[in-house]
């Protein structure tokens, strides 16, 4: 059986605490408001557990929590101090607890998850009984008061030089003089961290072999102190003092190191994630609000190496992750110097987004760009290889998308799925780069200077619609009346006059007989010459991927 003592002002909070710990079988709860009459039955029948309100009836919670872990017989008992009010300097005074629990709307369940902790621990046992008789006791916490004016002065000094000292060596140069004008000290040794600071007091050398040793060790702190000890309450307010010095630098460490965790998680975050994101990410609080997502405009970039199979045949496995990370490096460069933001790599693809999380009043345009950069760089790469970019522009459904414990932020929805179909294409019509009749007309609209060819108006798995698309190329590269006859012959085909179109697109072959979106022209013509279609609507049905 585990026997629990809580010192709490508030009998419904007393009732609470006690009907919730005794519902467990191992918990014998007995609650005290006055504070002296809990400590006189804490000395007669001693507890395996405390747990103090820092607001009592007669006497401070910081003070009933000096009382008991100043006792030697009492010191060892494990205490879950809690507080309602914020305020550095109350908090200094609940530094002995074992734990410390901020008041709020959960804080009953905190406290009994700190209670079921050290229910836990092996080897819990009850402090040896020793009675006091309130006289005793009320002795003993004037003690306390007394030094309360003391310690409080020392605390503020220590606290105004800790808010507006910004670097470690100053703030513990701070520490050595006030603890040197306040008490008499030989020297003082404080590690932190990796860093030694140590000071000597010369005047008092020769009375070396008088001076008393003290050490405090926390995680990476200890501090290491030799002082003339002149009264009992001189030597318990230093003890005090380091106390409170090894606290607010444990908590200046805690500080430092969760910041440079923290700069460290962004700055790795901000790899997978765009920093509009992560930030925004930061100020949700709850797991169920990073799960929401928004309709937007987007225009989508899917890029794909042409033949990589054979590309990975000649590398070995370092050497494909080498070659895979100088090539994802490139793209994402040019990307996001337009303001696009990878979403994912894909084996060797690249899924990325112009319009999310920032927008522009240009997406597109930024997505061409974007686009003929990524040729260029892989153009400039000594390997030797292509890739195909599709583009597309459209409303998308954004936002972290997943399990509760595992999401990315991304985007899904059929603009998505036809940027990744015409990127599929690219090898199909042997062009860099495809995009949608969406993206053509947003561009035709804003005067873009981007060329484009008509590449075909086809009906892609798993669309219901047609829709035309293009090739965005530099078009004087193409022969003296190639693009000009070329359009003639894609008016005819799509008017269904194969003749007329045959012989423009043959034409259009003696010019460019490489030209691999004429060959494919000429096979249709020839074949609708001989078995027509039914129905001819100017579409093509594309039946793979």
């Known amino acids: 059986m585990i026997k629990i003592i809580c010192l709490e002002n508030s009998k419904s909070l007393s009732k609470t605490l006690i009907t919730e710990l005794k519902s467990k079988e191992d918990f014998e709860v007995e609650c005290f408001s006055h504070a002296i009459e809990g400590i006189i039955e804490i000395h007669k029948n001693p507890p395996n557990l405390l747990i103090i309100s820092s607001l009592l009836k007669d006497l ?54 700190e209670v079921d902790k050290y229910s836990k621990i092996d080897g819990i046992s009850t402090p040896e009984s020793i009675s006091k008789s309130e006289t005793e006791i009320l002795l003993d916490i004037d003690k306390i008061y007394q030094n309360r004016d003391i310690q409080n002065i020392f605390v503020k000094k220590l606290l105004e030089n800790f808010l507006i000292l910004e670097t470690m060596d100053i703030l513990i140069e701070s520490f050595f003089t006030i603890l040197f004008s306040s008490f008499t000290l030989s020297s003082l040794n404080i590690n932190f961290g990796n860093k030694n600071y140590k000071k000597t007091f010369e005047k008092f050398n020769n009375y070396k072999n008088e001076y008393q040793k003290f050490k405090i060790e926390k995680d990476n702190i200890s501090i290491f102190i030799e002082f003339l000890s002149e009264s009992k309450e001189e030597e318990y307010n230093l003890k005090f003092a380091l106390d409170v010095i ?8 805690r500080y430092n190191y969760n910041v440079e965790k923290a700069q460290k998680l962004n700055y790795l975050f901000k790899n997978f994630l765009p920093e509009k994101v992560v930030d925004d990410l930061l100020n949700r609080k709850t797991t169920k609000s990073l799960m929401t997502g928004e309709k937007r405009e987007v225009a989508v970039i899917f890029s794909h190496i042409k033949k990589f199979n054979e590309l990975e045949e000649t590398l070995s496995a370092e050497g494909v992750v080498n070659f895979l990370n100088k090539h994802f490096s490139g793209l994402s460069t040019r990307i996001k110097s337009y303001g696009g933001e990878i979403n994912k790599f894909i084996g060797d693809a690249v899924f990325a987004m112009v319009g999310a999380p920032l927008s522009f009043n240009d997406n597109e345009e930024r997505a061409l760009n974007a686009a003929k950069e990524m040729i260029e760089f892989v153009e400039s790469c000594p390997e030797n290889y292509k890739i195909g970019i599709g583009i597309h522009i459209g409303k998308a459904i954004i936002g972290n998308i997943g399990s509760e414990d595992n999401f990315d932020y991304t985007a899904i929805g059929d603009t998505i799925n036809l940027a990744a179909r015409l990127e599929s294409l690219c090898k199909y019509y042997n062009v860099n780069i495809l995009v949608s009749n969406t993206v053509f007309e947003a561009c035709k609209r804003k005067n873009s200077k981007t060329e484009f060819r008509i590449v075909d108006t086809v009906m892609v798995q798993g669309k219901k619609e047609a829709t035309t698309i293009y090739s965005a190329e530099d078009l004087n590269f193409y022969p003296e009346n190639f ?63």
């Open 483 to 545: 693009i000009h006859t070329y359009n003639k012959g894609i008016k005819m085909f799509s008017l269904g006059n194969w003749n007329f179109a045959l012989d423009y697109f043959n034409i259009c072959y003696s010019l460019l007989p490489s030209d691999r979106i004429v060959e494919i022209y000429i096979n249709r013509c020839k074949k609708f010459l001989i078995n027509p279609p039914e129905s001819w609507d100017g579409a093509i049905i594309l039946d793979f991927k």
């Open 246 to 253: 090894t606290k607010i630098l444990h908590e200046n460490y």
């Open 60 to 113: 401070r919670g910081a003070d009933a929590l000096e009382y008991i872990k100043n006792d030697k017989y009492l010191a060892s008992i494990p205490v879950i101090m809690y507080s309602t009010v914020t305020n550095t300097m109350n908090d200094i005074y609940f530094n002995k607890a074992d734990s410390f629990i901020r008041r709020d709307e959960n804080f009953a369940q905190k406290i009994i998850n």
